[in-house]
């Protein structure tokens, strides 16, 4: 079947340190993969967008991986600050709609 | 750029009334609408697709006489959940799609919480 998943459980983080973040999937063949922020009781803000053929995307802070071959996204914010928690939601295509993972909170903790 | 608006933000109603929930894209033109329900701590789940001018199409296990959707312009779309029940008690946010890098981005509504008493 096909699924999305990422971490349910929160991540911690002491400030200044990377946060790393994974989105994996099976039974999909995406052409492109999308990151997003969420805070609560907010909708989602788009934030990178990396496609089958990239490797890895820059954004300021942060950066997306794309690994076709393991079925993996990997999304890293840097120099991790109290601002940075929230909802982290990875979105794949498919057939022209966003399939959505349930998203892993972020507390990073100064 | 790229700002979706949703109104209201949040509406608490009797079980039995209908609630409209509208959705606008301020500063583009959005050909396509897409309507979600979020329960909390879960993740987003498409309730259906709106485009301008036609029928939307809904996901399966949506009730599309539940759930009417009006895609009247390029910049409006229009949710109405007709004879609410406290199991319709969720987030409901919209998005509008824009043609970026590579493919569509979605622009986010801030959500509206809908509370059936």
């Known amino acids: 079947s096909q699924k999305i998943e990422q971490n349910s459980e929160a991540l911690n983080i002491q400030e200044g340190k990377t946060a790393t973040l994974t989105c994996n999937y099976t039974?999909?063949?995406?052409?492109?993969l999308q990151w997003y922020r969420q805070d609560p009781g907010r909708g989602p803000v788009f934030l990178l967008l990396i496609r089958e053929n990239e490797k890895e995307k820059r954004k300021e802070r942060l950066k997306v991986t794309f690994d076709t071959t393991l079925k993996q996204s990997l999304f890293h914010i840097t120099a991790s600050q109290p601002a940075d928690s929230a909802t982290y939601l990875c979105a794949l295509d498919s057939n022209y709609q966003l399939i959505w993972g349930a998203g892993t909170k972020l507390i990073i903790k100064p | 750029g790229a700002v979706v608006s949703q109104h209201p933000s949040w509406v608490i109603c009797k079980s039995g009334t209908s609630v409209k929930i509208e959705c606008r894209s301020l500063?583009?033109?959005?050909?396509?609408m897409f309507w979600y329900r979020q329960f909390p701590k879960q993740s987003l789940m498409l309730m259906a697709t709106?485009?301008?001018?036609?029928?939307?199409?809904?996901e399966q296990g949506v009730e599309k006489d539940k759930f009417l959707i009006n895609h009247a312009s390029l910049t409006l779309s229009t949710l109405t959940v007709t004879s609410a029940h406290p199991e319709d008690s969720s987030f409901y946010i919209c998005s509008a799609s824009r043609l970026g890098e590579g493919g569509n981005e979605q622009f986010f509504g801030p959500g509206t919480r809908l509370t059936v008493l």
């Open positions: 039974n999909y063949s995406p052409a492109y």
């Open positions: 709106s485009n301008e001018g036609s029928k939307a199409t809904y």
């Open positions: 500063d583009f033109q959005a050909t396509t």
